[in-house]
């Protein structure tokens, strides 16, 4: 009797940090839940970086697509978002395309080298709309990963498509297909959405990616129904393809590590202080692997953390203007003395670039979190039962910000966009809400439980029993397989 043959999966992220760290938390999923094989595709310093990021017993295959960042006017070796200024990400999104030949060719190879046998299914970033006809040409089921929450990406399609605050003489105005997401104030709006014109650099490549969606055999975010409903009704009616909500998929602790940055502050340490403080007593601090403040921002958050008498970490990076992979210059960017003073008192921890994010969200000590409100921030933080103080910087995060305080009830927006002004006295009475014992803090802890809850059930698999976000990931790959029956019983 034959050995029965083994599925294999592609999937392929965007170059952006933000991207890569989802994908690669859910090629772990499958691999260990699945039992499929599966081939991560990205260019070849991104996954030279990952390789040490897999376990030791992981037959995962990393498979680089040749990329040259210089032949597309990028500074040389600029494969990832982590290492470009904003206003170069654009020109590598539109890079990727010229991937396109030699995305093919990997696919056709793989075909080849399994003796016909095509993948079960095709996994790509939200940014790569110009694989579905690569998928299509090949016979190969075709879906999209989105690490960002459904109401959030709901809200980035929408204005994308529409542009409807061009067409309004209003700060307010609300989405033509997205009614349901009640008004956008024109100050959650990231910058590259304001400017747009339909015509620029952004526009002219989202408007064509996202159109696209609708070809694809499906869509799958890092979600959870139970809380993310809105988004799933909004991708259901709006592409009438299947929509999987199959998160929260997340890197553990180690493997989140092994793919950071530099620290000078090791895990260790870390551990060792929040060790020392009491339970619910700290708040964290930070913006992501892309985002930083302005210097009078730093400044007044500086003042707001010393201020408001709280236990705090925070990952500080160079402010806007300044390279923000070099050096951090606390003498220059944060009040005379705060360094030493935090220090000395032992009351914060600064952190240059990088921390072990996970294992401090899941620390007893950890209260809450001042966070960008990216979507992989999000979930680690609700997955531990962290409420949240937003910050939204870019991208749909104005909208996951509107979505966790508006609907969900666990985060209290402090601060928007990075050119906002604050005065310090606002943020500390907004910390001290949200970490004292006060309605609001105790109702967003008790909330904030409940999701942590939400999203143990729905990745739930024993004893028979499987969660939403489980059953939704067997019928992904159900329809996969059917199509694939179809497609290989018309060649037969």
Known sequence: MAAERKENVVLFPFMGQGHIIPFLALALHIEREKGYSVTFINTPLNISKLRSSLPPNSSIRLLEIPFTSSDHGLPPN????????????????????SLKPAFKKLLQDLIHQHHGHRPLCVIVDIFFGWTINVAKELGLFHAVFSGCSGFGLACYYSLWLNLPHRKVDSLEFSLPDFEEASTIHISQLPKNILEADGKDPWATYLQENLSAWVDSDGILFNTVEDFDRLGMLYFRRKLDRPVWPIGPVLLSSESRSSIGKETLVTPELCREW????????????????MNTISTSQMMQLALALEGCGKNFIWVVRPPIGFDINSEFKANEWLPEGFEDRMKGSSRGLLIPKWASQVEILSHRAVSAFLSHC?????????????????????????????????EMGVCVEVARGKSCEFRHEELVGKIQLVMDDTEKGNEMRRKASEVSEMT??????????????IRAIDNL????????????????
Do not use: C, I
Not at 477 to 492: H, I, K, L, P, V
């Open 456 to 469: 143990k059930n729905a990745m739930k698999n024993e004893n028979g029993v499987k969660g939403s976000s």
């Open 477 to 492: 790959f159900d329809a996969a397989a059917r199509q694939m029956e179809n497609t290989e019983g018309r060649q037969s």
């Open 374 to 406: 990216g979507w992989n921030s999000t979930l680690e933080a609700l997955s531990h039962g962290v409420p949240l103080l937003g910050w939204p910087m870019a991208a749909e995060q104005f909208f996951n910000v509107k979505l966790l305080e508006e």
């Open 274 to 289: 929040l060790n020392s403080k009491p339970t619910n007593s700290v708040l964290y601090v930070s913006f992501g692997s």
């Open 78 to 97: 600029s494969e990832n978002t982590d290492v470009l200024p904003y206003h170069l990400v654009v020109r590598l999104l539109r890079a990727s395309t």
